[in-house]
């Protein structure tokens, strides 16, 4: 093992342990989609396949190892937190700050669906619209700790069949 491949397996173990950390302040993870699990599984797929026809050296499947449970847990890291809303990707490369605090929020909107999933959408001045899905099951939990932590000024709306109940 040179030098070279020391620092990569270093940075894999730093990057998996803060991935771990950012898992752990998640409370309720989000659902995703087919495609999201599709893109993953082909992901993961490929890794697999470039280290058994590539690698040389018992350093070389350590680090796809190591690369593929970068990727998993990656794909655990978007859901709701007591801080706010956990992404799964920075929203500013330099800073690598992961999460929507909830005092940047202006509006969140909740959308039960006929699905078993809710939708949840929010408006924050630095990071535009995005979406988050969730089993419907965990409405009560979300609206709880949502409703715990958001500043008064945010409007919270709730929308059940094109209604608006909240």
Same mark, same amino acid.
Do not use: C
């Given at each position: 093992?040179?030098?070279? $491949?020391?620092?990569?397996?270093? !940075?894999?173990? !730093?990057?998996?342990?803060?991935?771990? %950390?950012?898992? %752990?302040?998640? $409370?309720?993870?989000?659902?995703?989609?087919?495609?999201?699990?599709?893109? =993953?599984?082909?992901?993961?797929?490929?890794?697999?396949?470039?280290?058994?026809?590539?690698?040389?050296?018992? @350093?070389?499947?350590?680090?796809?190892?190591?690369?593929? =449970? @970068?990727?998993?847990?990656?794909?655990?890291?978007?859901?709701?937190?007591?801080?706010?809303?956990?992404?799964?990707? /920075?929203?500013?490369? *330099?800073?690598?700050?992961?999460?929507?605090? *909830? $005092?940047?929020?202006?509006?969140? @909107?909740?959308?039960?669906? $006929?699905?078993?999933?809710?939708?949840?959408?929010?408006?924050?001045?630095?990071?535009?619209?995005?979406? !988050?899905? !969730?089993?419907?099951?965990?409405?009560?939990?979300?609206? @709880?700790?949502? %409703?715990?932590?958001? /500043?008064?000024?945010?409007?919270?709306? =709730?929308?059940?069949?094109?209604?608006?109940?909240?």
């Amino acid at each position: 093992m040179n030098i070279e $491949e020391g620092l990569l397996l270093i !940075f894999f173990l !730093f990057l998996i342990i803060l991935q771990v %950390k950012r898992i %752990k302040q998640i $409370e309720i993870f989000s659902k995703r989609t087919y495609l999201e699990k599709m893109a =993953v599984g082909i992901g993961i797929l490929i890794l697999i396949a470039s280290v058994y026809f590539y690698a040389n050296e018992w @350093t070389h499947y350590i680090m796809g190892v190591l690369g593929v =449970v @970068t990727f998993i847990t990656l794909f655990f890291e978007q859901g709701i937190s007591a801080k706010g809303f956990h992404l799964m990707h /920075p929203r500013y490369r *330099w800073l690598q700050d992961y999460v929507i605090k *909830w $005092e940047e929020i202006h509006k969140i @909107t909740i959308i039960i669906t $006929e699905k078993e999933r809710l939708k949840i959408e929010w408006v924050s001045t630095l990071f535009g619209k995005p979406k !988050f899905y !969730f089993d419907k099951r965990e409405y009560h939990r979300i609206l @709880t700790i949502i %409703k715990e932590h958001i /500043p008064d000024k945010v409007i919270l709306e =709730v929308i059940e069949n094109n209604k608006q109940i909240q």
